[in-house]
């Protein structure tokens, strides 16, 4: 961990816990969609989606590996807050996925009724808030402009 992410403030400390946390995530989801939890991501793609289910899980993980790998690299601006605007698009991105899982009551990870596909939903934003401040990104995109 470097300057930017290391310094200071007991807020500059924790931003950066909770980045390498999210990092971490991502690395590790990266690997389930891979691995152990191929069939349960496999159940939340979209029928809509025109791709083959298994290709869409396979290239979904190499996405959140390197895009946890990039925050568990990335400790210096502007390096730091791009990996948290690519993680904040990532989590924008399956977005959709997650409506329809709830929309066509796809089963997977324990989400098997309506009331816990829901709750799901809620959290998908506090994902990207969290990436967006983790990495200081906000912060950082404003001083810019």
Excluded: K, Y
Excluded at 67 to 93: D, E, H, N, Y
Aim: no cysteine; glycine share 8%; charged share 20%.
């Amino acid at each position: 961990m470097s300057d930017d992410a290391a310094a200071g403030s007991v807020t500059d400390r924790v931003r950066a816990g909770a980045q390498a946390t999210l990092g971490a995530t991502l690395v590790g989801a990266g690997i389930g969609h891979l691995t152990f939890a191929r069939e349960e991501f496999r159940n939340q793609v979209p029928t809509w989606v025109p791709l083959d289910e298994d290709l869409v899980v396979l290239a979904s993980g190499v996405v959140e590996i390197g895009v946890g790998a990039f925050l568990l690299a990335s400790w210096r601006q502007p390096r730091r807050a791009l990996a948290g605007a690519i993680a904040a698009l990532l989590f924008i991105a399956v977005f959709p996925g997650n409506i329809a899982q709830l929309t066509e009551r796809r089963d997977a990870f324990g989400l098997n009724s309506d009331a816990a596909r829901t709750v799901r939903l809620a959290f998908q934003p506090l994902l990207v808030l969290w990436a967006l401040w983790s990495t200081d990104a906000w912060r950082w995109w404003r001083r810019r402009g």
